[in-house]
């Protein structure tokens, strides 16, 4: 369920109106929902057991507006990199609520979260373990570290984000986990905590989680057996959400939650999670204005001022986005096929193919839907487009959360060398 609604014939993000905002922010803008983020994560934390950390994985969405709306409902952050630990602190999200994670941590952002005292680093591969284990001590501390561990169960997602294989870079083999903790407790400035599993995103089906869960549970055991301390699970990221109208409703979090429940009973293990998507996905939209409409050889194409620079989902993954007229369109209108392109010089700058939507001209807007995961973060400059504005609603109230980037923005990056000056 998410806040985005037509009310008097247009679309608003709660009680905004999105053709108000695109006035006042300019297009292309993302537009965030408070509502939606709060439900979201009220909806997956009393879904799970009590007690457990959800820590939103700021690689979803790292607006530290949104981070404090998250952070103020107690959520802690899943980081992959320096920039993210500093965004999840500088949102106010406390640093023991904040789990590192990722293949390729430097000494650097080792450093920097072992200063700031984060609950917990997961660790990869034994390289890590080692480098780790040094900054740790140059600072006369031990490391909180879970290994994460690659449980070679295969997600039935999207293959460029399946993480839980054999074939990818992620974790530690299944077969070799007890052997790499072995390696890992004769360091001494690393503290084994606990296990960490993560499969992949976008995930459907809750069968693969559950074949995951229970392989990390009979690692409990057997760690235990040889003289571990596991007192900790981080089960990985959340669910996959409905991007499409038709789709089949994802697993409920309820169900998710009771599987956990189950798979985790008497395991006396504490709990952590890091859903990004899940939360939010739905919280978001990419509004954009119509530019032209071009009438092709084979196509009808609705060009609209945002590109794959600013959302790459579709370019990157095939992935899908329904997309609404931000003026409501009247009861049986017709809706002829359009391909919904940027103004990007690349074919694949296309957000939607043989598309119906309602009878659309220059100077319409569109919200292209479920853009608040994945989307403002993986934005790029391409083409030398500006990122787009951020925008974050609360009720009736909203606010610019990122102002776009100016062309001064976009010049002040470079540096010309001492043998071009003029
Ligand atoms: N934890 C780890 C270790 C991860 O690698 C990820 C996502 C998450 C948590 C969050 O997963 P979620 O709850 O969002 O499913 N750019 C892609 C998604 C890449 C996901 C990578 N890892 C997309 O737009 O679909």
Redesign the pocket.
Known sequence: MNHFHYKDGVLCAEDVRLDLLAEAAGTPFYCYSSATLQRHYKVFSDALPKGSLI?F?V??NGNLAVLKTLARLGAGA?V?SGGELCKALAAGIPASKIVF??VGKTSAEMRAALEAGIYQF?VESEPELAALNEVAGSLGLRAPTTL?INPDVDAKT?A??T?GTAETK?GIPFTRAREVYAHAAAHRHIEIVGI?V?I????TDLEPFEAAFTRVAELVTSLRADGHSITRLDL?????VPYENSNMPPPDPDAYGKMVSRVTKGLGCSLS?????????NAGVLVSRVIYVKQGEAKTFLIIDAGMNDL??PA??E?HHEIAAVVEPAVGSPRPKYDVVGPVCETSDLFASDRPLPELKSGDLVAILSAG???A??ASDYNARPAAAEVLVAGEHWGIVRPRESYADLIAKDRIPDWLAD
């Not at 999670?273 to 996905?281: D, K, N, Q, V």
Request: glycine share 18%; no cysteine.
């Open positions: 820590a994985s690689k979803a899943d992959v994670s990722g997961n994460r999207h460029k984000i993480t992620f960490d993560h992949g995103s976008q995930i990985g990221g959340g669910l996959g999670f890091e859903p990004g998507r899940l939360i939010a996905a790459i989902r990157l993954y992935a995961a994945y989307g973060v993986m």
